[in-house]
Nanobody, 114 residues
């Protein structure tokens, strides 16, 4: 059974940092990533990393501020978020892909106060 468990969300002031973690279990994933959904908005892509960690992709809104990484020994992906802005406030969801099938975590709330 596949499980994705996110952690690390919380409340932070603008300019601060948070690190999200997503521990995956149940199978090996070809790529893992993060999406977010703000109130009243659609879920949007944030960042993705390949299995090897050699390929990463970021949305324009987080490039230069967020860094995605993974520890394959722990089957865990991280999202280091720096220079946070109020517009980064959202529920952040972990996503994992295996054999073209998508899996989702339950989400973790990130709130950035101005």
């Amino acid at each position: 059974q596949v499980q994705l468990a996110e952690s690390g969300g919380g409340l932070v002031q603008a300019g601060g940092s948070l690190r999200l973690s997503c521990a995956a279990s149940g199978r090996t994933f070809s790529s893992m990533g993060w999406y977010r959904q703000a109130p009243g908005k659609d879920r949007e892509f944030v960042a993705r990393i390949s299995w090897s960690g050699g390929s990463t992709l970021y949305s324009d809104s987080v490039t230069g501020r967020f860094t995605i990484s993974r520890d394959n020994a722990r089957n865990t992906v991280y999202l280091q978020m720096n220079s946070l802005k109020p517009e980064d406030t959202a529920i952040y969801y972990c996503n994992a892909v295996a054999h073209s099938q998508n899996y989702w975590g339950q989400g973790t709330q990130v709130t950035v106060s101005s």
